[in-house]
């Protein structure tokens, strides 16, 4: 199975803290992505990362990538309130046009104002 | 900004009977998913349809299912004979290519009696 799995299951913290989540998988895989979802809510994505990408940035979001440990961490700055909700990891193969894409079970954040 | 509508928002439905969730994805993307989520799990992939044609589908979809794009707009997920157990929150998305940035929407929840 490709299946990432999340550590922290819950999370809770500060507002100015930062958040760590990280995502581990079983398999190999060409991109891992990570998504938010607020509850009852469809999924946001928040990061693409490829498997020859190491690290990359989106505003107060950093995603790192480490095949060889079949792992990746998503690093949230300076948190907000509005950042409570569940993060996703979701890995998956492309291979022409077909993409399964696992996801896993999620952290829960909570930011405390 | 263009986004992935779904209906209902919520359906109701007796044991035995058949249902359609719709969605609209969003107009240039190729690729469209279904995915589940019962309450307080993972999100589980579905199927996955390309160029009019299913690319991916997982175990759970099994014969009870059906997707179809009866035009250039929508995206259905039938569902024949409905069980208690796929009493569940139905997530259509879709993406511009495989493996690519998914955008969902905002799901439909199923309830069945």
């Known amino acids: 199975s490709q299946q990432g799995e999340e550590d922290p299951q819950a999370l809770s913290i500060q507002e100015g803290e930062n958040a760590t989540m990280n995502c581990s998988y079983k398999?190999?895989?060409?991109?891992l992505q990570w998504y938010r979802q607020n509850s009852g809510r469809g999924l946001v994505h928040l990061i693409l990362?490829?498997?020859?990408?190491r690290e990359k940035h989106s505003g107060r979001l950093r995603v790192t990538l480490d095949t060889s440990k079949k792992s990746s961490s998503l690093l949230i700055t300076a948190s907000r309130a509005a950042d409570t909700a569940s993060y996703f990891c979701a890995t998956g193969w492309t291979s022409g046009g077909s993409y399964i894409p696992t996801f896993g079970r999620g952290t829960s954040l909570i930011v405390h104002p | 900004e263009p986004e992935v509508t779904q209906t209902p928002s919520h359906q109701v439905t007796q044991m035995g009977q058949e249902v359609i969730l719709r969605c609209v994805p969003i107009?240039?993307?190729?690729?469209f998913y279904w995915y589940r989520q019962i309450l307080g799990q993972k999100v589980e992939f579905l199927v996955s349809f390309y160029n009019n044609e299913i690319s991916e589908k997982s175990e759970i979809f099994d014969d009870q299912f059906s997707v179809e794009r009866p035009d250039g707009s929508n995206f259905t997920l039938k569902i024949r004979s409905t069980k208690l157990e796929d009493s569940a929150m139905y997530f259509c998305?879709?993406?511009?290519?495989?493996?690519?940035?998914?955008?969902f929407g905002p799901g439909t929840r199923l309830t069945v009696t």
């Open positions: 998305a879709s993406s511009e290519d495989a493996g690519g940035e998914q955008y």
């Open positions: 398999t190999s895989i060409n991109n």
């Open positions: 107009s240039n993307h190729l690729y």
């Open positions: 990362i490829r498997s020859n990408e």
